[in-house]
């Protein structure tokens, strides 16, 4: 058992290793930053980046929850400056989340938008409850197999989804991500629908799209552009797609990208309509039992979803730092609740913008507080300015970002991992796309934990076969622990065993065996061992617990 962890663990690092290859990787990885303001200027350009992609997401999940649009944008601010200082991981992003537009839609329409914030302000009492009690630790029982088909199967959504976006058809809201199923029907379908799209491409559109994912792959592939960096690729991406929009409006008008196709953020005429865009809960419906019971579903929904990001976010810092999960769930509950105090949307740390964080190479979480503070900044003093971004130069950063996570080179890793990680990476991979993130996680934890089952029977002991001239003895030697997992491998083992053989069983390395083992081999040394003329040799059971006599406890 050991060695076959040493094994995956050699494995593992190797490919670490050599996906590390490019020495400032490999710099930033062995130098850990030390201060939040340690990498100011690397997280204050990966913070515009995170910002850039952010928006339109806060916007389109908005739209498609049902809210004004500011109410996307507070969440994000919140989740950047708050949750952002709060939280213990180092590159994770919060703000409004696609994993809870269903039952946001549904909350807003059934109570009141305002009896629905005193929903989410529970909710986020509900949050801070669960990391007072612990309850974060869930996050380290998720297998690496399940996290990294969570990851695929969510890039071959962002895939899926951003096409649309990246050929001019944008009538579905950028970010809402986990709407469709590829087993939905045909008229709302992933496939059918980028089949449509192509209806409606924009040639203006696809043409900023080819260049933004150019500028993006050239920054990866050619040496010098790798080495200068002097702003990141997909900060570079956007402001080349602005400056193309402008060239379009003056020289191309029938290329120029106008309406939908462009970031849309809410321009307020003046202070009072700007005051006026927040709302407040209403606390008279406190009593209402369906508040409560909202309140718990966004709470529960919003905390898997949190958790599985840390994990997933923990795996991909090139730092390999952990998070601590409770201490994420008390600060997602703080967000909360100031979110809803105000007007905004309940919230989660998003796969999406932790990925593009992690992507630009945030360092610390400068990078989500100083995203926090760009959305506050510009939603304030230069709207304006940012509805001139072509939503086709973020469609190809998200494109790209969905490439990396579902590249085939993913696929190949897992493969070489061995069967018992690949399969339920593939089948957790393909259910998140088919159904949806949470179902997808779910069908995959399941399928792990009967590998686990079956490679902890396999484990449980080791058996061997030694002959000498007096005939031939059979060893078995039991493993550290044995559960009551192993009682049907170890009696399947027993009740083969040859006639006429000796056989020991030896535990002097084991502290701990579960009572239904100690009476399988009781059975077989009083009874079952006669039938077949085997001499039994019993190694290492304390004297207080005699197998041949009575068992009175199962602690070793």
Same mark, same amino acid.
């Given at each position: ?13 190797? $490919? ?41 997401? +806060? ?6 929850? &049902?809210?004004? !649009? ?27 989340? !696609? ?7 549904v909350a807003i329409q059934d109570l009141g938008f305002e009896a629905f914030l005193l929903s989410g302000v529970l909710a986020g009492v ?29 890039? =071959? ?43 409606? !491409?924009?040639? &203006? ?18 040496? *010098? ?9 997909? =900060? ?24 939908? @196709? ?44 949190? =958790? ?14 952990? $998070? #601590? ?13 100031? +979110? ?30 100083? @995203? ?14 940012? #509805? ?40 957790? !991979? ?53 559960? *009551? ?41 009083? #009874? ?25 406890? @199962?602690?070793?």
């Open positions: 058992m050991i060695r076959d962890q040493l094994t995956l663990n050699f494995k593992l690092k190797s $490919s670490l290793v050599k996906s590390l290859k490019d020495n400032e990787l490999i710099d930033r990885y062995m130098s850990k930053p030390k201060s939040l303001f340690s990498s100011f200027k690397t997280d204050s350009l990966s913070g515009i980046v995170v910002f850039l992609v952010a928006l339109p997401l +806060c916007l389109g999940i908005a739209g498609a929850s &049902g809210a004004s !649009a500011f109410s996307g944008i507070i969440t994000g601010i919140i989740g950047g400056l708050v949750v952002g200082y709060l939280s213990g991981s180092h590159v994770s992003v919060s703000g409004p989340a !696609a994993s809870l537009i269903a039952i946001v839609i509900f949050q801070l409850v669960l990391g007072v009690v612990k309850a974060g630790t869930f996050s380290n029982y998720i297998p690496s197999g399940v996290i990294q088909g969570m990851l695929s199967g969510i890039g =071959l959504i962002i895939i899926f989804k951003e096409v649309p976006h990246a050929i001019g058809y944008d009538k579905e809201h950028e970010g809402d991500f986990f709407n469709y199923s590829l087993t939905d029907s045909m008229d709302d379908g992933y496939l059918n629908e980028i089949i449509h799209a192509f209806n409606f !491409a924009h040639t &203006g559109v696809i043409i900023v799209t080819l260049i933004s994912i150019g500028i993006l792959i050239a920054y990866m592939k050619v040496p *010098f552009l790798k080495k200068v960096k002097l702003l990141p690729s997909a =900060l570079f991406a956007v402001i080349i797609g602005v400056v193309i929009n402008e060239i379009f409006r003056v020289f191309f008008p029938d290329l120029h990208i106008t309406g939908d @196709h462009l970031v849309k953020l809410p321009v307020p005429g003046s202070a009072e309509e700007f005051i006026g865009q927040f709302s407040l809960p209403d606390f008279t419906f406190i009593s209402n039992p369906d508040i409560w019971v909202t309140a718990l579903t966004i709470a529960a929904v919003a905390s898997i979803a949190t =958790l599985l990001t840390i994990e997933a976010g923990d795996r991909m810092d090139p730092y390999k730092r952990y $998070s #601590n999960g409770n201490t994420e769930l008390k600060a997602q509950g703080v967000g909360n609740i100031l +979110c809803c105090l105000i007007g905004g949307l309940p919230m989660t740390s998003v796969i999406v913008r932790t990925t593009a964080n992690i992507d630009a190479g945030a360092r610390t979480k400068f990078s989500s507080i100083f @995203h926090g503070f760009l959305l506050l900044l510009t939603v304030i003093l230069i709207p304006t300015l940012l #509805n001139k971004i072509p939503i086709a130069s973020l469609a190809a950063i998200l494109l790209i970002i969905g490439y990396k996570l579902a590249s085939p080179s993913v696929f190949k890793k897992m493969w070489a991992i061995g069967k018992y990680h690949f399969i339920p990476f593939l089948i957790t !991979a393909v259910c998140v796309v088919s159904l949806d993130l949470l179902k997808g996680v779910g069908i995959g934890l399941a399928v792990s934990s009967i590998f686990i089952l079956k490679g902890n029977m396999r484990l449980a002991y080791y058996f061997k076969k030694e002959k000498h001239k007096e005939g031939e003895d059979i060893h078995i030697d039991l493993a550290q622990e044995v559960s *009551f997992l192993n009682k049907a491998a170890i009696k399947q083992t027993l009740v083969h065993l040859p006639k006429d053989s000796k056989v020991i069983i030896n535990a002097e390395n084991t502290v701990y065996i579960d009572y239904d083992i100690l009476e399988v081999i009781k059975d077989f040394h009083t #009874n079952g061992s006669k039938e077949k003329n085997i001499v039994v040799v019993l190694k290492g059971f304390k004297e207080s617990y005699n197998v041949e006599n009575t068992i009175d406890s @199962h602690v070793y």
